[in-house]
T-cell receptor, first 119, second 121 residues
Framework: EAGVTQFPSHSVIEKGQTVTLRCDPISGHDNLYWYRRVMGKEIKFLLHFVKESKQDESGMPNNRFLAERTGGTYSTLKVQPAELEDSGVYFC?????????????????FGEGSRLTVL | AQRVTQPEKLLSVFKGAPVELKCNYS??????LFWYVQYSRQRLQLLLRHISRESIKGFTADLNKGETSFHLKKPFAQEEDSAMYYC???????????????????????FGQGTILTVHP
């Protein structure tokens, strides 16, 4: 079974530019999450999709961040325009099901992360 | 608001010694606690969860609601245990939109800052 894949693995852009990160979850996983780890700080939740619907986007820092999951498969996270403080590692994770007792035990399967460096 | 604290950024032990990675949390509801681990050049993965009450790779963790702690322990550390360990708090969120209403999700995790464990030969 292929794991969660993220692209690109590393992106270096200048302040003001746009970057789009992509995540392909494990096939059949309805839940998709984005997390971020900024240098020296803890991993923080950004948002949660159930299929194509945004279930919780309370962790999105501001309106420069836009996440989509059209068709309920892969997801993209766009940062436009990027700022210096956006540098960090962006993790995507997925999990099964959406209902308690239906396979959603809380185990998240993480991708390797996309490292974003804004200069 | 929920919070997870891992007081040790770095922890070094010798092979065969006991190891304890500390984790404290604050949350007003009923918590679900997890330990995730990231080995060198690997992705973050679940090590264990408190609801399972299981031992994985010799590690155990007991949820102590009185002390709001979920410390990770292993009686005899091995070199291959060297990794970054994250304690995480999952809060049960009702899925309230559309056909997913009525379910719950534990995927919104609050992570601690992580502890780098180094086991020396």
């Amino acid at each position: 079974e292929a794991g969660v894949t993220q692209f690109p693995s590393h992106s270096v852009i200048e302040k003001g530019q746009t970057v789009t990160l992509r995540c392909d979850p494990i096939s059949g996983h309805d839940n998709l999450y984005w997390y971020r780890r900024v240098m020296g700080k803890e991993i923080k939740f950004l948002l949660h999709f159930v299929k194509e619907s945004k279930q919780d986007e309370s962790g999105m820092p501001n309106n420069r961040f836009l996440a989509e999951r059209t068709g309920g498969t892969y997801s993209t996270l766009k940062v436009q325009p990027a700022e210096l403080e956006d540098s960090g590692v962006y993790f995507c994770a997925s999990s099964r099901g959406g209902l308690a007792g239906g396979g959603n035990t809380g185990e998240l399967f993480f991708g390797e992360g996309s490292r974003l460096t804004v200069l | 608001a929920q919070r997870v604290t891992q007081p040790e950024k770095l922890l070094s032990v010798f092979k065969g010694a006991p190891v304890e990675l500390k984790c404290n949390y604050s949350y007003s509801g009923s918590p679900e606690l997890f330990w995730y681990v990231q080995y060198s050049r690997q992705r973050l993965q679940l090590l264990l969860r408190h609801i399972s009450r299981e031992s994985i790779k010799g590690f155990t963790a007991d949820l102590n609601k009185g002390e709001t702690s979920f410390h990770l322990k292993k009686p005899f550390a091995q070199e291959e245990d060297s990794a970054m360990y994250y304690c995480a708090l999952g809060t049960a969120l009702p899925l309230g939109r559309g056909r997913w209403a009525g379910g719950t999700s534990y995927g919104k995790l609050t992570f601690g800052q992580g502890t780098i464990l180094t086991v020396h030969p």
